[in-house]
């Protein structure tokens, strides 16, 4: 038996009642495309389920002043298919639109792929590069509110912890002349692992051809997806030229340290990607548009 | 082992059946009611044969918890035709040759029609797209991207 009871709430007031009658051996439970694999491979143990992923008050994608909010029980096809973010946040649209297969994405929510912390997940390593924040309510009755950069702490370990906590909203803001890009490698395109997934976001000035702001995010090079803070510096040193990504590039290839794995390569391969790819992706999201006040579209370097 | 009542809309009929609370919408769709069109291949979400539509999307019925399915709509290949009335997906995967040993062919059936409900006429691109999380071992996909085109032509005029 994987768990002995499954119940599905009207309310997120339920919810968090239910959490807090069961005292941990409740858990949450969004599209379960992960959790209910775990849970057969006893990798996770529960009594109790609890799927919120039918609560309407969780499913949003909206623009309010000059951020961005998502509720945490939106699915990867519905961010996949939001013109919004399309427009807007293109790095989180391929993220979502990279997640396992259609009948996966149909299914999985944003808020899981969060929670269930595996290293390189797609829309993760796109919301850490956008600098997003959750939010988070508590069976006590608070609230809480967690940046990206603090909510990692291992492999499938986040700082949320589902049987007592759950994972409203996601929000971040637009940048003014926002680019972005992610950059990800996997054997094939459809239900495989990416080899490196790398998410960038770019805020330019384009009157001086320099960046106002640079997030790179990098993953799997570490248990939990890493910035790239040295190549972020870099990038906002000087005037863009070609010289400038190879630079910055350089110091993403210098500040990863994978390792030797069966699946993803060797760490000199994979230093290599890194290295490739934050070139090529830094090209990819200068040519593209987003954010707020973009009118003249790209720049080139 | 306490059983529990699901009840959901299967194939244009509501249905009520008691389930074991950690089955699976496979599980509860061959074993309790005898459907066995939605094949149990890779059990891990990772083949697409298990596929079923849910409220029009394609689902992957093998990692899918059955009390998750409560009050939604779920389609299977069996309320799709029938032997004397196919539906114009079906009959494309016929006329094309589409089928070599059959295990994908529901999956695939399923998310095609799903597809076609969205996009009348998709790309080469779109169909491989859509049908990316349905393994096939056999055919090699060319028959199937073939199949899936020859349906929306057929669709369209109809």
């Not at chain 1, 950059?183 to 459809?190: D, E, F, I, M, V």
């Not at chain 1, 060797?266 to 992706?281: D, G, H, P, W």
Request: with cysteine; aromatic share 4%.
């Amino acid at each position: 038996m994987y768990w002995e009871k499954y119940l599905k709430v009207k309310t997120l007031h339920e919810a968090m009642e239910i959490l807090k009658l069961y005292q941990g051996k409740a858990r949450l439970i969004a599209g379960g495309t992960d959790l209910v694999l775990q849970l057969r491979e006893k990798k996770k143990r529960v009594s109790v389920l609890v799927d919120i992923s039918d609560l309407p008050e969780l499913q949003y994608i909206k623009e309010e002043h000059g951020q961005i909010k998502i509720g945490a029980m939106t699915t990867h096809s519905q961010l996949a298919a939001s013109p919004l973010l399309w427009e807007k946040v293109i790095v989180l649209a391929q993220a979502a639109s990279s997640v396992g297969s259609p009948q996966i994405r149909n299914v999985g929510t944003v808020g899981g792929n969060i929670v269930n912390a595996q290293p390189a997940a797609d829309t993760v390593v796109a919301l850490m590069a956008l600098d997003a924040k959750v939010v988070v309510f508590n069976n006590d009755g608070g609230e809480e509110k967690i940046p990206f950069s603090e909510l990692f702490l291992g492999v499938g370990e986040s700082k949320i912890d589902p049987t007592s906590q759950l994972l409203k909203e996601i929000s971040f803001s637009l940048l003014p002349e926002m680019r972005s890009s992610l950059g990800r490698l996997a054997r094939r395109k459809a239900l495989a692992l990416p080899i490196l997934n790398i998410g960038i976001v770019l805020s330019v000035n384009k009157k001086e051809n320099r960046l106002h702001e640079a997030r790179i995010c990098v993953a799997p090079v570490a248990p939990v997806p890493m910035r790239m803070k040295e190549a972020e510096k870099t990038l906002l040193s000087r005037k863009l030229s070609d010289e400038l990504l190879i630079s910055a590039s350089k110091a993403a290839f210098d500040a990863a340290d994978p390792r030797n794995s069966k699946l993803r390569g060797n760490t000199a391969y994979r230093k290599e990607l890194v290295r490739v790819m934050t070139y090529r992706t830094l090209k990819t999201a200068l040519a593209t548009r987003g954010g707020v006040g973009d009118e003249a579209g790209s720049i080139t370097v | 082992m306490k059983l529990e009542v699901l009840q959901f809309e299967l194939n244009a009929r509501k249905v009520s059946v008691r389930v074991k609370p950690d089955a699976t919408l496979l599980d509860v769709l061959r074993e309790d009611l005898d459907l066995t069109g939605a094949k149990r291949g890779c059990g891990e979400g990772e083949c697409g044969a298990c596929t079923v539509l849910i409220d029009g999307m394609p689902v992957d019925s093998c990692i899918y918890p059955a009390l998750k399915a409560a009050g939604k709509n779920i389609e299977t290949i069996e309320g799709l035709g029938t032997e004397d009335n196919l539906h114009p997906v079906q009959k494309a995967f016929l006329d094309e040759g589409a089928v070599q040993c059959g295990f994908c062919t529901p999956g695939m059936i399923l998310t095609t029609t799903a597809l076609l409900a969205k996009n009348q006429s998709p790309s080469e691109e779109e169909v491989k797209v859509a049908l990316s999380g349905n393994l096939c071992r056999c055919t090699g996909y060319t028959k199937i991207i073939n199949a899936v085109k020859v349906a929306a032509r057929n669709i369209n005029k109809l």
